[in-house]
């Protein structure tokens, strides 16, 4: 086996216990936690994004957590850039960075590597975004077939959110998108990858619900409310569109009823979970554990301790 520690993803659909397990295998193996969660970058944003209490974090420190405000934008380039020094970091000293969250659009950027695009711009995001409620998706794509017909084929017409962002980079940069998009660079080494499920749907859709309801008794509408203070234009930032924030926002803004907040709140974390299991699917080389009602901890143990990882203790 090899000497130098590998790099490990632990990844799975929210609500799966990640986090738990992360926690546990540092209690046996020289880790060092990296958070993979694009909400839980943002300061202030607590509750919702279910991130560890700092009691927890005093005695498992996530690296990642807490990076931006709400009103700053925070990119998969920003966290490919950020996690890859991170991991060298971590390897020089002789220990394991494992990766544990659910963006899973991060773990790929991580590993296959990002085009090189510009860096998001939240002026012209917002700009872009204000033409869709104007003019609709329809008139939006039209314009991506003008810039680029290639990439055009390639998109839905009603992702709206591939087709702003194609825009906006074609605004930025003044180039054609898909041209941008051809050369990447991945991570240059085979992650280890440690994949969380929970094969009983009901049993996964409860614990969603149960979480979302107990967010609610912590104070997530407060915790809302505070950060709409300090704010301009929130339901405009990424960082609000985050599933929990965008539906309590409709609800502070009197679109919706408490009750039906509640219900679009767990409807969209249900979708949101039905999404990051699609896209584990497509994994190759992934192990995979069942989650059931408490993380794998001493399968996963022994597990790793088979593994490269083995190595390093």
């Known amino acids: 086996m090899s000497e130098i520690p590998p790099v490990v993803f632990l990844m799975g659909p929210t609500a799966t216990g990640k986090t738990d397990l992360a926690a546990s295998l540092s209690e046996v193996f020289p880790l060092e936690l990296i ?7 943002y300061k202030g944003m607590d509750i ?68 090189k695009l510009p860096s998001a711009n939240l002026e012209i995001r917002q700009e872009i975004s204000r033409e869709l409620s104007l003019v609709g998706i329809a008139a939006l794509y039209g314009q991506l077939q003008q810039i680029d017909p290639n990439l055009a084929g390639r998109i839905n017409p009603n992702d709206s959110q591939r087709v702003q962002r194609a825009i906006e980079i074609h605004r930025a940069s003044g180039k054609v998108p898909s041209e941008l998009m051809m050369r990447r660079e991945g991570l240059g080494r085979k992650p280890l990858k440690l994949l969380l ?11 969603i619900a149960h979480r979302f309801h107990t967010m609610l008794e912590q104070g997530l509408i407060d915790e809302i409310s505070q950060l709409m203070l300090g704010l301009n234009n929130p339901r405009d930032l990424p960082s609000m ?46 192990v995979w554990f069942e989650a059931g009602n408490h993380p794998p901890t001493d399968i996963v143990i022994r597990y790793m301790q088979q593994q490269t990882l083995g190595s390093a203790l």
């Open 48 to 115: 919702g994004t279910a991130k560890p209490v700092p009691s927890f974090l005093k005695r498992y420190p996530h690296h990642l957590i807490d990076v931006r405000n709400p009103d700053q934008t925070y990119s998969a380039a920003d966290f490919v850039s950020d996690a890859s020094i991170l991991i060298d970091d971590i390897r020089t000293r002789g220990r394991v960075p494992v990766l544990v969250g659910g963006t899973m659009f991060y773990f790929r950027a991580l590993e296959t590597g990002l085009s």
């Open 241 to 286: 569109r985050t599933v929990g924030y965008r539906q309590v926002l409709e609800y502070l803004d009197q679109e919706v009823s408490y009750k039906q907040m509640v219900e679009n709140s767990i409807a969209a974390t249900r979708q949101l979970a039905k999404r990051q299991l699609t896209w584990l699917r497509q994994q190759s080389g992934a």
């Open 35 to 41: 958070s993979v969660d694009a909400a839980q970058v």
């Open 197 to 207: 499920f929970s094969a009983d749907r009901i049993l996964l859709h409860n614990r």
